[in-house]
């Protein structure tokens, strides 16, 4: 075999990190209530409004209830920041984004479940496309 599927290779990989910008991990773990973090933890409402700093992130108003979906574990001295989306029958344009905001944004109302898993965070945690 000569170097054919090598070359093949490299092309796929462009062609993912062309679609996907990968930004730097906000945390190494995360707190999720299954392994796929599919299924939302609590429910919280927004203390008051964030604006996203870059697209890891979702804009927030306040008032609006989001689902959270994941916890990150926070290293030392940096921010405690949760993964969700905005539920509004508003602004249905944002329902279904999933970005990070900061945890002390939102008070949190309803736990789904008690019990959460805790689990690596990929690149693909940080992705914006
Ligand atoms: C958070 O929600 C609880 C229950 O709805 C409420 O009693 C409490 O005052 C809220 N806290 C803040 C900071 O708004």
Known sequence: MGRAPVILLC????YQ???AILMDKLAD?????DAECSYALSMATALDDFSAPDCRFINIKKGQM???????IPE???GVFWS???YSERYVDQ???IGYFPATMVNETYQFKEETV?????EMDFYCV
Not at 11 to 14: A, F, K, N, R, S
């Open 11 to 14: 092309v796929g990989l462009l």
């Open 17 to 19: 990190t062309s679609n």
């Open 29 to 33: 773990s995360k707190l999720c209530a």
């Open 66 to 72: 989001i689902y959270v979906y994941s916890k990150l």
């Open 76 to 78: 030392e001295g940096a």
């Open 84 to 86: 969700g989306s905005v």
């Open 95 to 97: 329902m279904g984004i």
């Open 118 to 122: 805790s689990i690596p965070t990929t």
